[in-house]
RNA sequence: AGAGAGUUGGCAGAGUGGUCGAAUGCGGCGGUCUUGAAAACCGUUGUGGGGUAACCCACCGGGGGUUCGAAUCCCUCACUCUCUGCCA
């Protein structure tokens, strides 16, 4: 943990603010840095018009008020006239309440239109990278912060994992295309039981450092999707069940953060804990190829994802844990790994700050992707509406997850990393009591 | 899937056209009392938007309508419950 061990402080959002339009308007120049930071194109137009909008919408919104109240006290006037019977007067009254309620249809239209317009706005932008974000645009560009452990020399005649999967009958992807298409393969014997090892095993882990098991759903809704980030942006990432309008999830992070959408929780419920295993489904339209063969990238594969909500002030050290909970994993899996801190152009969509874990694949002679670890700050909570209450103020939480771990690459690794001269795997000492076997072949 | 009944503040539960943002009870918070606690009593206690502020506006499942005025009437959608059917 030396490498990551003094958590990066957070310079420039010490006032944790409500809402996103409200924290653009106070503090300009540091969101369009941010934006720039993460390649954002035309920021300064996009801020410019968002602070218009916004000086629009709140105009429109104090004539509408004022009218409202207008009519609120015209009505209750009439009301006391009724009740007095003076009916005449009443009548009199009564005919200056049309030109109000014309005023009033149109200013509701135009506040209506510009929430929309502000909206659509606002959902354009990506979350701020956070000051210790490394520049660059690709991921070229990422840091290294770690490299861990030692890459194995191979024996003779060593195999990458879809020649291996093959050869020791554990994984078949021709079946997998059989019953459903490319990219679903079908766990075999050993290669099945050595999943579900993987998965009991992350998820002790897990429940060791204090996270609570959830078993989410795996279809979830679009406001779901929308609380987390993948809608409306990245919708063309997730299957989709149209006969119910409902999405397959990508990642456990989608129900499981989303449970906690429109929520005002409990400051001593804090920080809030969650794990869970799930399949997740991707469709990842584009770029297939020889790099993304085998293991490498899949339609259908099982995760296990930690997810923390906290206060804002402690969701650094909580991004340093979870970190530090992901190395745990792949250092007892006996593992070489590293790990990056992504630059600005690489990071995604929703992210302040990421950590991706690699992990060697020997035969490969490649680091794969296996997890990644983000706080999304307030981000997804000012999505969300998931506050807590301090001082009797509502305030936006922070959302941090990261997975610990994806399984197809870990196998790739396990299997590439650990064949012996014989042509057998040996299994990682850790998960022979969970899948109670030593060797596979 | 068919028939019926519902959806109100953290929870329970009143409220069927005019100070209802909403009675009451429980819970929460503050106080009195007490060595301390409980009980009792008093006060307070939803969310969001706008405004320097006083204060104003919106929200009683979602959306629309009637009306000078809607938690209350009408339409529509969603969900929940009960009974029947089907089912792992």
């Not at 452990?149 to 295309?177: M, T």
Request: glycine content about 8%; charged content about 25%.
């Amino acid at each position: 943990m030396d490498a990551h061990s003094s958590a990066p402080t957070n310079s420039y959002r010490e006032n944790q603010l409500m809402l996103q339009t409200t924290f653009i308007r106070e503090n300009k120049e540091l969101t369009i840095a941010g934006l720039k930071k993460k390649f954002v194109r035309d920021a300064e137009e996009a801020v410019e018009l968002i602070l218009k909008i916004d000086r629009l919408r709140r105009e429109t919104q104090q004539e509408l008020d004022q009218t409202l109240a207008k009519s609120n006290a015209l009505a209750r006037e009439i009301g006391g006239l009724m009740k007095q019977g003076k009916k005449a007067e009443a009548e009199a009254a009564k005919a200056e309440t049309a030109t109000l309620k014309e005023t009033t249809r149109q200013l509701d239209e135009q506040l209506k239109g510009l929430e929309t317009e502000l909206y659509d706005e606002l959902v354009k932008l990506p979350n701020l990278p956070h000051a210790s974000v490394p520049e660059g645009r690709t991921a070229d560009e990422n840091e290294t912060i770690l490299e861990k452990g030692e890459k194995p020399v191979l024996p003779e005649g060593a195999q990458p994992h879809w020649e291996l999967i093959k050869k020791l009958d554990i994984i078949d992807f021709e079946l997998g295309n059989k019953i459903s298409g490319a990219g679903f393969p079908v766990y075999k014997g050993k290669g099945a039981r050595i999943q579900r090892a993987m998965i009991a095993f992350f998820l002790n882990e897990a429940a060791n450092a204090g996270y609570t098991e959830i078993q989410p759903p795996i279809l979830v809704n679009a406001d779901s999707g929308f609380g987390t980030g993948q809608l409306p942006d990245k919708e063309g990432q997730m299957y989709y069940a149209a006969a119910d309008d409902l999405y397959l999830i990508p990642t456990a992070e989608v129900p499981i953060t989303n449970l906690y959408r429109d929520v005002i929780v409990q400051e001593n419920d804090l920080p809030i804990k969650n794990v869970g295993h799930t399949p997740c489904f991707r469709r990842e339209a584009g770029s297939w190829g020889a790099h993304v063969r085998g293991l490498n990238r899949l339609h259908q594969f099982d995760k296990v994802e930690i997810v923390q909500v906290c206060k804002p002030e402690d969701s650094y050290q909580a991004l340093e844990d979870m970190a530090q909970h992901v190395q745990g994993l792949l250092e007892k899996l006996e593992l070489p790994f590293r790990i990056l801190r992504l630059c600005g152009g690489d990071m995604g969509f929703t992210s302040a700050l990421t950590y991706d874990f690699e992990v060697w694949s020997a035969a490969q002679e490649r680091w794969l992707e296996c997890s990644s670890v983000s706080n999304f700050e307030s981000y997804q909570a000012n999505r969300l509406k998931l506050r807590y209450k301090i001082d009797g103020k509502t305030q936006l939480l922070h959302t941090l997850n990261g997975s610990a771990l994806a399984l197809p690459r870990i196998l790739a690794s396990i299997l590439e990393n650990n064949q012996q001269a014989d042509g057998s795997i040996k299994i990682p000492k850790v998960l022979v009591p969970y899948c109670g076997f030593e060797t596979i072949g």
